[in-house]
């Protein structure tokens, strides 16, 4: 089984800069795409960034092109998000998922099934 923790995050004043960290363990070649996903107050959740673990292909949602980074250690087991020039609209909840060719959600033209349980970023303008 997949297991996703997330760590990392924070409150911060606009213009700052956080970074993310998932540690990720019980993944196959079969879970080999990574992506850091957001969930704000009232609103649905939405794809972030992410990583093809065999080939480092990263992709990004327009909204953080630029500004966020997505990257992974060479083993594997750890995909960062390095979030930069913070604005107060990035507030909210990152998760961390991992591709399941049965999962429930579709995103990067993949479905994820795995989730961490997520971490609060808050960010102040």
């Known amino acids: 089984q997949v297991q996703l923790v997330e760590s990392g995050g924070g409150s911060v004043q606009a213009g700052g800069s956080l970074r993310l960290t998932c540690a990720i363990s019980?993944?196959?070649?079969?879970?080999?795409?990574v992506a850091w996903f957001r969930q704000a107050p009232g609103k649905g959740r939405e794809e972030v960034a992410g990583i093809n673990t065999d080939n480092r292909v990263t992709y990004y949602d327009d909204s953080v092109q630029g500004r966020f980074i997505i990257s992974q250690d060479n083993s594997k087991n750890t995909v960062y998000l390095e979030m930069n020039s913070l604005k107060p609209e990035d507030t909210a909840m990152y998760y961390c998922?991992?591709?399941?060719?049965?999962?429930?959600?579709?995103?990067?033209?993949?479905?994820?099934?795995?989730w961490g349980a997520g971490t609060q970023v808050t960010v102040s303008s």
């Open positions: 998922a991992a591709k399941a060719p049965t999962g429930s959600t579709w995103a990067f033209g993949r479905r994820f099934g795995f």
């Open positions: 019980g993944h196959t070649s079969a879970n080999n795409f």
